[in-house]
């Protein structure tokens, strides 16, 4: 396994600006007119806002860029200090405290209430400058959002709110289910989201309509409104079926220690497991301080070591992870790389296998990346950075 951290870490996480980039594309292709809002929120998945930022823009020309998404105003400010001087929409709703911030910062909010349009006028009077917003309509996620249903109701007086402090650059929805098989509750998602818009005063309320993230965007064609809203996909995850992304993120750790067992050993907290015959096992410098979820090892975890799959035994620990290495036809040596995520030779676990052993998706496994863990950024040609 060749190893891009030059040997000075115990675990990293290899982000391949490549696959990163084709993966942009393929939503860019798929989405047709529609202008792009890459996802960069949570620290752009778990694999750094910094240096995504930079390969979204390698990729994209000003004209197919149209804003970064996050969900935080300190987010926002994160993209300010990183030099990004384009529109930033923060799309989960701001705490009341955070608007007056969020104006300094030139951020452009999504709002879903009567009072936080009024708020944003009041950070507009206070800067002294038209402030941008977008209004969320709730069609069933139900966590934000001006109701779809009302929208002839609350337009006018979100225009009346704004009127001459405010922007009202446009609407988006979002969408529950548009990575699983059956597409009719996207279709209504949608037909509900086209219907309030229908109903909004004409003008700028309608300038910019967006409602696909990464599944619609791929998977729908013609669902995508003025732009999209790519996130998982861009990063490796799958966005369903038919939108399989190539792997973007590889999560390593260094065999700090082999040993030789004698039958009866005990392996990790609770010692749930126990050598029946003389076994050798690696300890692999990962724990789940790291992010590695600690229901892996009983979910049938694995691990990649010379291009084969090790089981992993016992309990996983805040910081060390225990493999079976017995099995493997070669003497393995402390100081070797194991892989937890990514490819090693000719096998691969992805992301959502991952996810899928312990209960939850690629979007938790890789946000959960720990800060123990150094980013490794490879370039598209497979070299390693200077
Ligand atoms: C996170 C997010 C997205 C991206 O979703 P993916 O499933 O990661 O593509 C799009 N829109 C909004 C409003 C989001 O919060």
């Known amino acids: ?50 240096p995504v930022l930079e390969m979204v823009r390698r990729e994209t020309s000003s004209d197919e860029l149209w804003a970064i998404g996050v969900a935080a105003v300190a987010e926002g400010e994160e993209l300010r200090r990183l030099g990004w ?28 209430d009567l009072g936080a349009v009024q708020r944003w006028a009041d950070a507009a009077r206070g800067a002294g400058r038209l402030l941008a917003f977008h209004t969320e309509i709730d069609t069933g996620m139900g966590r934000a959002g001006f109701a779809a249903a009302d929208a002839a109701e609350w337009g006018p007086r979100v225009a009346r709110a704004a ?29 509900l989201f086209l219907r309030a818009l229908g109903e909004l005063p004409p003008g700028p309320a309608r ?46 750790a260094r065999i700090a220690l082999v040993r030789e067992v004698e039958p009866g050993t005990t392996c990790g907290y609770g010692a749930t497991y126990t050598a029946r015959r003389r076994e050798r096992w690696g300890t692999l410098a990962i724990g789940y301080g790291d992010g590695l979820p600690r229901g892996l090892s009983p979910a049938g975890g694995e691990a990649l070591v010379r291009g084969r799959r090790v089981p992993m035994i016992g309990r996983i620990s805040m910081d060390v992870t225990v493999v079976d290495l017995t099995d493997l036809p070669e003497a393995v040596e402390a100081g070797e790389v194991a892989t937890l995520i990514g490819r090693d030779g000719g096998e691969t676990i992805k992301v959502d296998e991952v996810a899928s052993r312990v209960g939850t998706i690629a979007y938790e496994v890789l946000t959960g990346l720990g800060t123990r863990l150094p980013r490794v950024y490879l370039p598209p040609d497979g070299t390693r950075n200077p």
């Open 1 to 50: 396994m060749s190893d891009p951290s030059t040997g000075v870490s115990r675990a990293w996480v290899e982000v391949d600006e490549g696959a990163l980039r084709r993966n942009l594309r393929r939503v860019r292709d798929a989405a047709g007119a529609s202008a792009l809002v890459p996802m960069l929120k949570a620290n752009a998945y778990g694999l750094g806002m910094g």
């Open 85 to 112: 001087e384009g529109r930033v929409v923060v799309f989960s709703p701001a705490p009341p405290g955070e608007f007056d911030r969020a104006a300094r910062a030139g951020l452009t909010l999504a709002l879903s």
């Open 163 to 191: 009127a001459d402090l405010l922007e009202w650059e446009g609407c988006f929805t979002h969408f529950h289910s548009a990575d699983e098989p059956a597409p009719e509750p996207t279709d209504e998602q949608q037909r």
């Open 207 to 252: 300038r910019v309509v967006h409602s696909a993230n990464s599944a619609a965007a791929v998977r729908r064609a013609g669902f995508g409104g003025d732009v999209v809203r790519p996130g998982i996909f861009l990063y490796g995850g799958s966005a369903g079926p038919g939108a399989v992304p190539e792997a973007v993120a590889s999560l390593r």
